[in-house]
């Protein structure tokens, strides 16, 4: 049978072509946003590490990632401290790693930290090679391994961060998130280079974080309300809090590719819907003399429903591979600058074609039975 209804749809080759390259749009937009998705929730999940591991203290107005030009008094590193049930409360000072920092996904930052306290903030991520920061360090730093691999350096060599160099004395595990695009300096450090950058800003002793460790026991959620409760003019964003505001960038993503997916249900099973019909009208006598010498029902459902679904399957297989190709071919378009945009997994490699394939058979269900049920006599009696 596979080979008859392969004949099937060559003879009609034409009509066949366009119905398949209608599902190869579908499926290739599918691919490449799956792909495009994939690599958002990768870097979602990673940022939930980092972001869900403490609790994160920032100005009034403030979310987990900026939105306010206010900052910290560093007093209120004192008063969060004073919380029963803190660990340590870690000062932080952030600024871009250059003034004109894009791409894809987090920024890359210099991130600096009081090492007097640190240390669980510091080992929350894997180092791969070297040590952490460690209290009463200067003018080194420790690099996310995405930026030790743009400098292309290693522990021991020196890196120009904003005009000035630091040797290098750790690079940490990849998260594939955040972090990995993070050079973690002292405190000091960073406040010094923001000033040097911005010369008539007058910055004083200020934060624009404070990292938060509960004591062990102690429910994270729960400490941030008391935080939010005990220190005024100032904005405590919890774990549960940190995981809702990062869910809400993939949400947007999912929310496109369902999109994606409907329109190509409609405009691929309409098609394939269309095209079948067509093909049950162009056959009705020779339906009708199958089932007069003989043939059953069941033979001609499946007959026409796999015709259905192969044209599904070729659209699927087809787009899904135009897609991968568009991919890599962007992957490494961008790989020069570091930057990875797409990340290509089982779901959407196998997911498109699974879904061309189950479309092409619904759709053509309703031809199938219409041609599953003329009686013999009427097939070949129609003009």
């Known amino acids: 049978m596979f080979r008859y209804v392969l004949r099937n749809m060559w003879r009609r080759k034409a009509r066949t072509f366009l119905t398949v390259f209608g ?17 958002l929730n990768q870097q979602v999940k990673g940022a939930e590490t980092w972001f869900t591991s403490k609790i994160s203290v920032v100005p009034a107005g403030s979310s987990l990632f900026g939105g306010s030009d206010s900052y910290l008094e560093l007093s209120k590193v004192d008063e969060i401290e004073a919380v029963p049930g803190v660990k340590s409360a870690v000062a932080g000072f952030g600024l871009l790693l250059s003034s004109d920092s894009t791409g894809f996904g987090a920024p890359e930052l210099i991130v600096g930290a009081d090492l007097s306290k640190a240390d669980d903030l510091l080992n929350l991520l894997e180092i791969d090679e070297g040590r952490i920061l460690q209290e009463g360090d200067e003018g080194v730093v420790v690099l996310g391994s995405t930026l030790a691999e743009k400098f292309e350096v290693g522990v021991g060599d ?6 000035k160099e630091f040797e290098v004395v750790g690079i940490y595990v990849p998260t594939l998130s955040a972090p990995d695009s993070f050079a973690f300096v002292s405190y000091d450090d960073a406040i010094n280079l923001f000033r040097s950058v911005n010369p008539y800003f007058q910055v004083e002793d200020i934060a624009a974080t404070i990292d938060v460790i509960p004591e062990e026991g102690v429910d994270a959620n729960e400490l941030a309300a008391r935080i939010e409760e005990s220190v005024d003019g100032i904005k405590v964003i919890s774990p549960a809090e940190a995981e809702k ?5 993939s949400l947007i993503f999912n929310a496109i590719l369902l999109g994606i997916g409907f329109i190509a249900l409609i405009v691929g099973g309409l098609s394939i819907i269309n095209t079948m019909i067509m093909s049950v009208s162009e056959r009705t006598k020779e339906i ?7 043939a059953e029902t069941g033979s001609v459902l ?26 890599y071919l962007l992957n490494n378009a961008t790989a ?48």
């Open 288 to 294: 009708g003399l199958k089932k007069a010498i003989g």
């Open 158 to 163: 020196t890196v120009e961060l904003r005009g």
């Open 336 to 383: 020069s600058s570091q930057v990875t945009v797409f990340t290509i997994t089982a779901t959407v490699v196998i997911g498109p074609v699974i879904f061309a394939t189950v479309l092409g058979t619904v759709a053509g269900l309703f031809p199938a039975l219409r041609a599953a049920r003329l009686k013999p006599i009427d097939a070949l009696k129609e003009d």
């Open 302 to 327: 499946s007959e026409y429903l796999l015709e259905s679904a192969l044209i599904g399957f070729f659209g699927g297989l087809t787009g899904m591979l135009l897609g991968l190709l568009t991919v």
């Open 245 to 249: 505001q990062i869910s809400q960038f």
């Open 23 to 39: 599902i190869v749009v579908g499926i290739f937009a599918l691919t490449v946003l799956g792909a495009l998705s994939a690599r």
